[in-house]
């Protein structure tokens, strides 16, 4: 079995189609009037749609999952995230974990919330050009050092 998509209900799929498209590069693969395939296996799919489908009322953006994203350029993405025309709500700004992964969240339109943060072989890479031992970079990404050696 392999998972192909992930579908989330929106409130407007053209405005949701923009944000992910001008944010996160997605672009339509397949546009079903009102069930649209963008790249990367994210489905938008119209709520009204989802009503009629599964004869249930979507709870739209209700923020109980969340989408991630890997950027390894973090502050040119927040730099984005402020020159984007549309208003973005935060759950969080940039901020780093205790492990050096460096995170902004966001929620999209409709509230569902969305996680871009950096690849743990970016991070790892960072702190080893930074002057860190692999050991060092290990035990402040609580990984393995083999796995750690094996990113650099």
Do not use: C
Not at 16 to 30: A, E, I, M, P
Not at 62 to 78: G, H, I, K, R, W
């Amino acid at each position: 079995m392999k998972l192909k998509n992930i579908l989330i209900v929106v409130d407007d799929i053209e405005r949701s189609r923009k944000f992910y498209h001008d944010l996160f590069g997605l672009n339509v693969v397949v546009d079903f009037y009102g069930n649209m395939i963008l790249t990367e296996g994210l489905v938008l799919q119209d709520k009204k749609i989802w009503a009629r489908l599964t004869g249930v009322g979507p709870v739209v953006g209700n923020a109980d999952a969340e989408l991630y994203f890997e950027e390894n350029d973090m502050d040119s993405f927040v730099q984005k995230l402020a020159a984007y025309e549309g208003e973005i709500h935060y759950l969080n700004p940039l901020m780093e974990h205790d492990w050096g992964q460096r995170v902004v969240r966001v929620y999209d339109p409709d509230g569902h919330v969305i996680e871009v943060g950096e690849a743990m072989e970016h991070v790892v890479r960072r702190f080893i050009d930074g002057g860190m031992s692999p050991e060092e970079a290990a035990a402040r990404t609580q990984m393995p050092l083999d796995k750690v050696r094996e990113m650099i």
